[in-house]
């Protein structure tokens, strides 16, 4: 089986795959989107969000990561796809999931559900550009409103010659609520010919054996799962045990290097309270932490804080 990481708008960017990916387990990551308008874009743009493109578009642990593009017009979005990859991706992907009201309102994301023949479009004129050797996957869900086009889209997308599909189990009405509707991603799978990847609601090796069965699809795509639990790619590929909260905040110490002393340097303190919120899923721990840098705005206070966590010193 194959565990790829889930883009995800303004928390996975190549910082967070660079160290989600050292900690091991995943096959293959997905960039945050890479708007596109009416032009194309510059190679600069590319770069930005995709520094991974500087290593063969690895990272640095060696997982491929592919960009992804969002948008609605098909020329445009071939260009910037065959720009993507002459750039070093070793693919493109192409959002159609994405639920965020200012992305639906552009004409993007989701809201691209409600028109089957753009989706059908979209994937052919983009595959068409590729080269044969580099894949064109998307990503959707089963719906905006409703299910009723989940097997429409999905056919589609399959007769345009996309490479693979991932779904994310929900629609776009539902968000991020429970469940996920695994078995409507077995309806899909039953439907296409090509390769679906399930996602949505897998938070534990438990819930990717469920999926993986409910779904009847080999390969899974995690995302906030795997914030809330680092090694969640292990614990299914390997059944390994979960990270301990000791462990967990040694590595919350080297994501603040990663942060600090990288260019996104001044939003550190923003970014270590959001990943708080995941982890205290999984991690009672995170609960304490939040409390004692939820007023705190310098990185060097922050660490402090976690340098006492990540020597037991609090306990849940």
């Known amino acids: 089986m194959q565990v790829m990481l889930a883009p995800m708008e303004g928390v996975v960017d190549h910082l967070m795959r ?28 590319f770069y930005r969000m995709c520094p991974e493109l500087h290593n063969g578009g690895k990272t640095r642990s060696g997982v ?108 776009k009405t539902e968000g991020y609520r429970p469940p996920a509707y695994w078995d409507w991603v077995a309806r899909i799978r039953q439907q296409v ?9 897998v938070w534990s090796a438990e819930d990717a054996q469920r999926c993986r069965l409910e779904s009847a699809c080999d390969d899974i795509m995690i995302g906030r799962g795997a914030l809330a639990l680092p090694n969640l790619a ?16 040694s590595l919350l110490i080297k994501y603040s290097g990663y942060e600090i002393y990288g260019d996104k340097g001044r939003y550190y303190p923003n970014r270590i309270k959001q990943w708080c919120g995941y982890l205290k899923r999984q991690y009672p721990q995170a609960e304490l932490l939040f409390n004692d840098i ?23």
């Open 18 to 45: 660079e160290m989600l990916t050292e900690i091991g387990g995943f096959d293959l990551c997905v960039t945050e989107f890479v708007r596109v308008v009416d032009q194309k874009l510059p190679a600069k743009t």
């Open 294 to 316: 939820r007023r705190l705005n310098k990185a060097d206070e922050i660490v402090a804080v976690l340098n006492r966590q990540s020597s037991q010193e609090y306990v849940a």
């Open 64 to 171: 491929p990561v592919r960009v992804q593009l969002l948008g609605q017009h098909p020329q445009w979005l071939a260009e910037n796809a065959l720009m993507a990859v002459e750039l070093g991706s070793p693919g493109v992907d192409l959002n159609f999931g994405c639920p965020a009201k200012t992305v639906n309102k552009s004409k993007g994301g989701a809201v691209l559900l409600k028109e089957t023949e753009t989706l059908y479009n979209i994937v052919k004129t983009v595959r068409d550009a590729v080269p044969v050797q580099f894949p064109v996957t998307a990503k959707i869900r089963l719906g905006f409103e409703d299910k009723s086009l989940a097997l429409d889209n999905a056919r589609a997308i399959d007769e345009a010659g996309a490479s693979s599909l991932v779904v994310h189990a929900r629609t």
């Open 234 to 249: 292990q614990c299914i590929k390997q059944g390994q045990a979960p990270m301990s909260w000791p462990e967990l905040a």
């Open 193 to 201: 010919s090509l390769p679906v990847i399930a996602n949505g609601e």
